[in-house]
């Protein structure tokens, strides 16, 4: 019970509309025994893995889309804030759809985003390298170390990034 709360009349208690419970099967002990969720999940996800790389394809055009919102009404807190959420969900599912390079690289724009003082001191051709980076990865297949043109790009975008908030941070 919250301590905030005067009087009962504060509150109101919900209902789900569904009891999930009946929805669940439970396993007999010999069917319990059988089963290993490790080897179900895995079976899922490879169920699932022949959309991965439209899934990707897909977040890749939504930061391209965000990064051209961005270039037609300039960088304000609105159109950075829809280039960073663009960033911020290919960075969280690349590595589970195949592209942990991808990941990497949506990170570094993340972090950018989040380290610079305001949104006036981004960089715009910085933000356009990192969309394109990630556009050609996706495209290119570039999902791994393996990859030592991604790997060379991830790389030379962590140096320009982090010599750029330098910068800005002996400035500010």
Known sequence: MCADL??????EVV???TDL???VRILSPREAKKFDPVKAA??????????FDGWMTS????LHDAYGLLEAQGINAGTVDGL???AHNLKGQAATLGYPLV???AGSLCYLIEEVPSPSDLPKALLAQYVDAIRAMVSENARDQDNAVGTALLTKLNEVTNDYLSRVRQIG
């Open 15 to 17: 209902k789900p509309p």
């Open 6 to 11: 005067t009087d009962d009349e504060n509150y």
């Open 84 to 86: 960073y959420q663009a």
């Open 103 to 105: 990941g990497e690289v």
């Open 42 to 51: 895995e079976t899922a996800l490879a169920r699932l893995a022949q959309n």
């Open 59 to 62: 977040s890749a055009k939504d």
């Open 21 to 23: 419970r009946k929805k």
